[in-house]
Nanobody, 113 residues
């Protein structure tokens, strides 16, 4: 499984971005997927997760009500609204199978105040 993120960039506080994570390869083996982020000097943290069917989602408290995770046709999305400077980080996607997990390379999101 290969994962490629896109959609990051520089945005002002209060703005929006939509991240995409395109999966290829043995996509039939993918179960849950998720978005994570890592800011400089901080540990990687989970942002949001979504079940294989897309019917179950969960979010970190810090993004609830602002971010929306979804998936369709081997692509996962993260709609980010009302962005804050503290959302600045590299955002990575993760795909979980029955035996391992895969990570993308990440996309930078920078929110200016």
């Amino acid at each position: 499984v290969q994962l490629v993120e896109s959609g990051g960039g520089l945005v002002q506080a209060g703005g929006s971005l939509r991240l995409s994570c395109a999966a290829s390869g043995s996509t039939f083996s993918i179960n849950a997927m998720g978005w994570y982020r890592q800011a400089p000097g901080k540990q990687r943290e989970v942002v949001a997760g979504i079940s294989s069917s897309g019917g179950v989602t969960n979010y970190a408290d810090s993004v609830k009500g602002r971010f929306t995770i979804s998936r369709a046709n081997n692509t996962m999305y993260l709609q980010m609204n009302s962005l804050k400077p503290e959302d600045t980080a590299v955002y990575l996607c993760r795909a979980v199978t029955d035996w391992t997990s895969y990570w993308g390379q990440g996309t930078q999101v920078t929110v200016s105040s």
